[in-house]
């Protein structure tokens, strides 16, 4: 029987634009799954997860963080696995390493991932976004769910001025457009 | 007007959605024998107190909990803001 591989394609074109005080693009690299904690099961799923990965179950606001993979919050027991998708682990290997420690559930095809990054880019999320972005209250790790003019959203403090901005994907065009519209009146 | 989540910190409200008085936590026995009168009380009869008054908020646009809020009516003063699942465990439930 043939064998059959299947790759996501992006759902904004994989665009990039440079506002020139910051950059915004579409991350299509990045493979997701959500992890549902059990419940009493938090332990074992901890030490699943140090074993396999060095990482652990992120807390309510910062995420964890090793070089191949990245823990996000998502809710009080849930939350996702974000990593590279270039074929050295997939979703399924990852979901198979996890199945008798939590609940997994494919999530790459349901999330646009935008990055945005550069000196402008605290600017332009002044004026969508309602979280506190100051160091001192979102430092770097930081995770937190939110809404972007009137679309839910996740946003993932990366470096100080770098930023991954999550949402769904059957509305990422409207995502896009209104961090670009930010981006655009704010970073000129 | 901000909710201090007890795990997120300070969110806006425009994040929440309102439910209603917290006494809806306590929902009665369907079979016990005199469920056909505390059943109307459960989902008819509320109190409307000029003052605290305890209410449920979700956090849709955020980490979907649901918070047990403490607000004056009159002055929207927030005074205390608790997990409901906490507050539900205190009172003997399972989850």
Known sequence: MAEISLSGAPILGDVH??????????????????????????????DKL??????????AMETRHTNKIRAIP????????????????????????????????????????LELKGSGAITALERICPIDLDQSAFPIGSAARTSMEHLGACIVRLEADQFWLMSARSSAQSFYHAVETSCRWTAS | MIIHHPLLGPRDAAEFVYLGDASLIERPDGLAENAEDTMYEYVYLRDNPAGLHRELW??????RSWLVVTRNTVTHEITAVELARDVACDKGRSK
């Open chain 1, 17 to 46: 634009h440079d506002f020139g005080a910051c950059i915004l693009a579409e991350r299509t690299d990045i493979a997701l799954i959500s992890v549902a904690i059990p419940k009493d099961g938090r332990k074992a799923l901890s």
């Open chain 1, 50 to 59: 140090k074993e396999l990965w060095e990482l652990s179950v992120p807390s």
């Open chain 1, 74 to 113: 998502m809710t009080v027991d849930q939350f996702m696995l974000a990593f590279s998708s270039d074929g050295t682990m997939s979703e399924t290997d990852a979901q198979e390493s996890l199945a008798d420690v939590g609940y997994t559930t494919l999530q790459t095809d349901a999330w646009v991932i």
């Open chain 2, 58 to 63: 979700y956090h849709e646009q955020g980490d």
